[in-house]
Structures are given as structure tokens and as C-alpha cells.
């Protein structure tokens, strides 16, 4: 059997720090791998960069590991596939358009891209979004034959920048030129990974509230893609399957995205855009089961995966592309054999350590000699008194005793008190009492001052749904309104016929 899982773990190091919050990064990285259980983990969104890869994220015992970066932004996009030993692939390649493949050890079979400019292929391989995987797998039926897994992260449309919907769509054509030309070559396709897009209206919980839902350009290109019936049989359109809906077409809340804002989760409100699509001979031949696994944590998404009836055939060697062979990885590869003396080998010098030669201890007596030498020496006079006691610190030397014999003791008529006349002291301490009193209401008037501008924040409000606190936001989409503060529920989304879901109220802050 072969387990392959995809999982968009919104950085890299989200799940790890929810696995092992303490623990170093090499061992929680491993126990996620182990907890997945996959021959092949495509993850998606991974946000780092080669110069931030380290090799505890990127050499993981028991796994050969490939990356693909964003080249325009840090902390962008990102996608990584893991291949345990035993799926080595045969080869791996970055990217679709194949502008960023290497001399040897690519995948190959790119299609007809003439309808794409060099600087648009560029442009859309450079945010690190797509890497193929090139296995060898066995039949049950002992014949090999060729698989090629494409990991793709899509990209999303802001509906407030209209050219990323266009980038968008200009990827999609790209991914489908690219994997159609695979399957024309005689390979097995798997795209597997975050499309960014809910196909039908059971793959999102308020598909019935979303203006013109079915006519979304996104959702029209999927539609040509698949097959429009289940994989039982039928007619097919397209040349691939949505595996999920192959093995469970009438799965409700089968979701894999939730808001993090929200706190949508909890309820289970969101909607389902991560898929393993497989062409139709492969999914009708091998495919056993598809999967989601919700009560996985660690992202604002969950893994999705699929079981094949197939064993792999690994390659002898890793692909040029493995993190291994970079070259800020490739010298640290050693085995600790390597850092160890071999028996036959004669020592730098016979000598020990420990026990410095002849010369050397000669050379150090002349060293200390030298610095006895230059060392300054006591007087005779000095030294014929012997080490002194600790009483000798405290008692005052003759010196300091003949100089204060000669000093002139004060007059006692200076120090006596004048007395003065009761009148004037009575008077004295009248004035003091008001000074007092003025001193303290003056600092009661700045104390009730700065209790007045540090009271802290005003209690929160209460929501008319539930009669509890509501949590406050910022509005920080553009326009008159940006920037302001308001209040609302501080339940989960959900439907609005679940009474433990968000309530309507909302209540704007009043300026301080």
C-alpha cells in the first residue's frame, strides 16, 4: 500500500510548536511525520525561504525532503514534499513551467505553453507553489509503472485586488497544460494540495447565501478538470477525479478550512479546498480509500489523503533537487565514523597530551623564571614584619592620631539652641498645618487626575443573543471606518439555526 497525505500547515513551524511546544525542532518534526503515517507528505504553505531553511526542518532520519520557495517574498507561500526512504523518487523538479528546473534529475514532459510570455511563466513559478515528484510504483499485478505527484499550493483571489484573480486563473491553466502532458507522456498523475477553491455547494457551509456561487470562474475550471460523476462509472468529462467524492459523494460538512478569526472550527464551519485528484485509470485501478482528518490540529487547515493498492520501487539515489544535496546541508551528511582516527593511522605526534616533551617543560621554567623575575618585591623592612594580623585593618595608625589632637575643638556656645519667644513657634506651626493641608489636597487633585486618564478599560458589553462578554474588534478594511473599534459576540461562527453559534449583535466603541 501506498499512504500519501497533503496538509497546508500554514507555516512550517505551526504544527511542530502544537506537537512538541518545548521539544527541539528535529524531534518534533519526526513525530509529526511518524503521527501522519504517509510514504509521501505534501505540505503547502510552508512560509520560509532557503535562507531561513534549517537542517533540523529540512533532513528528518528515514525521509529524503524537497522545497520550493517564494523568490519574491519572505515568509510567503512555500510548498515541501517528505518521501520516506522506501518512496525515494526517481526524479524532482520546482515549479510547472520548468524555467527553474535543473540540468539532470527534472521531471520533463511540459505540453504546449506557447499562450504563456517567458516573464508570465517566471512570475507564476516564483512564488514557490508547485513541486513535482517522479516515483516508480508496482501494480498488484507486478507491472512498473510511472507516478507523478504534483504538490500545489493555489493561489487565493483577494476580491480586492481583481489582478490576483487573473493570476489565479493563469495558474490553473498552467497546472492543467503541465499535467495533461504528463498523462500524454504515459505517466500517472496525482495533484493533491490547498487549490483554494470549494467545488460544489455541499464543499461550503454558506454556498446558498454566496452570490452566483456555481458561476465563479475558479469553480468553472474545476468543473472542466474532473469527472462530472462518481467513479463508479458513467460518462467523464474531465480527465481527473476528486477522490473524496469518488469514495463519499454525499458527505456533508466534510471540511478541511476554517477561519482562525472565528473560531469556526469549534462548530465546524468552513469549507473544503484541499483535494487529492488522480487521473481516471489510476483512481478506478488502484485507489482503496480517500480521506480527511479533522481532529488533526496545528493549522487552520487538516491533512487530506488517499491509499493506493500499489508498492513503491524506490531509486538508488535521491534526485539532484533533495535538501541533502544543497550546499549549506550537503557537508554536515558525515557519520560520526568519519570524525574518528583510523587504528593504522600514525598520530601527529608521539608525544601525549597530557605530557608536554622535554623542550616544552624547559621553555616553561624559562617563562616562570621570567615572570618571577619582572615580578615587583616586597622591602626588607617590609617583609621583616611579618604578615599582618586582621585586628591591624581596624586599629588607626599613629598619623591619623597626632592629626586629630592638633584639630580645635568647635565653641559650646555655638552649639547651645537660642530660645525663641512661644508666639513665634505657635505661629510657626499654624503655617506649617495649612502648608500641609494645601500639600495634601494638591496631591489628592493629581492622584484623582491620573485615575481619571489610567482607569483602564471600560467592562465589556454584553451580547443580546447570549448574555455574555463580547470581545471587540477592528475594522480594518479600507474606508471611513478604518481603524475603528467595535463590539461583537464572542461565540464561534455557525449557522444561524445553531442557538450555540454567533449571535447578530454589534455595538460600535465610543471613541475615548
Known sequence: MLRVVSWNINGIRSPLQAEEPNSCTTTAMARVLDKLDADILCLQETKVTRDALTEPLAIIEGYNSYFSFSRNRSGYSGVATFCKDGATPVAAEEGLSGLLALQNGDVGCYGN????????????????????????????????????????????????????????????????????????????????????????????????????????????????????????????????????????????RAFTCWSTITGARRLNYGSRIDYVLGDRTLVTDTFQDSFLLPEVMGSDHCPVGAVLNVSSVPAKQCPPLCTRFLPEFSGTQLKILHFLVHPKQEPVSKQSVLQPSSQTQGQMRQNKAHVRSIRPRPSRADSSKGQKKLINYFQPSSSRLQASTNLELPNLRALVTPKIPEDEVMGKGVEGQAKDAEAKDEKEVRTSFWKSVLRGPLPMPVCGGHGEPCVMRTVKKAGPNQGRHFYMCSRPRGPSTDPSSRCNFFLWSRPS
Open 113 to 252: 505553453m506557447d499562450e504563456f510570455s517567458q516573464e508570465e511563466l517566471r512570475a507564476l513559478d516564483n512564488e514557490g507553489r508547485a513541486l513535482l515528484t517522479q516515483h516508480k510504483i508496482r501494480t498488484w499485478d507486478g507491472k512498473e509503472k510511472i507516478l507523478t505527484i504534483i504538490n500545489v499550493y493555489c493561489p487565493h483571489a483577494d476580491p480586492g485586488r481583481p489582478e490576483r484573480l487573473t493570476f489565479k486563473m493563469r495558474f490553473y491553466r498552467l497546472l492543467q497544460i503541465r499535467a495533461e502532458a504528463l498523462l500524454a507522456a504515459g505517466s500517472h498523475v496525482i495533484i493533491l494540495g490547498d487549490l483554494n477553491t470549494a467545488h460544489r455547494p455541499i464543499d461550503h457551509w454558506d454556498a446558498v447565501n454566496l452570490e452566483c456561487f456555481e458561476e465563479d470562474p475558479g469553480r468553472k475550471w474545476m468543473d472542466g478538470l474532473l469527472s462530472k460523476l462518481d467513479c463508479q462509472g458513467g460518462s467523464h468529462v474531465g480527465a481527473f477525479i476528486d477522490t473524496y467524492r469518488c469514495f463519499h459523494p454525499k458527505q456533508e
